[in-house]
């Protein structure tokens, strides 16, 4: 079993920062892609950014430029640091990965989230 386990998140005022962590622990070969998710209340869950295993970046429009993933697979440990924040950036983040074990299977995992909210 895998969990992930998420950090850094809380109350911030308009244009301050942010950096949020999400550690991987249990049965891990390797760690392929790894994200960031955040849902709203009354909104569905949307994709953050995303890096790949070899540090390929995507990221929604509405955070390029602001927010910054990054990964450190020495630590099994994804990041991603926010600036500029915007009330409108209020919300539970979700950090999410697909997990390879031993024998080759991957899965995806989901942390249990970590709030963050941006005042006006």
């Known amino acids: 079993q895998v969990q992930l386990v998420e950090s850094g998140g809380g109350l911030v005022q308009a244009g301050g920062s942010l950096r949020l962590s999400c550690t991987a622990s249990g049965s891990i070969f390797s760690i392929d892609a790894m994200g960031w998710y955040r849902q709203s209340p009354g909104k569905q869950r949307e994709l953050v950014a995303f890096?790949?295993?070899?540090?390929?970046?995507n990221y929604d429009d509405s955070v390029k430029g602001r927010f910054t993933i990054s990964r450190d697979n020495a630590k099994n440990t994804v990041y991603l640091q926010m600036v500029s924040l915007k009330p409108e950036d209020t919300a539970v983040y979700f950090c999410?990965?697909?997990?390879?074990?031993?024998?080759?299977?991957?899965?995806?995992?989901w942390g249990q989230g970590t709030q963050v909210t941006v005042s006006s």
């Open positions: 999410n990965a697909d997990v390879r074990n031993g024998f080759g299977y991957s899965r995806n995992y």
């Open positions: 890096v790949s295993k070899g540090g390929s970046t």
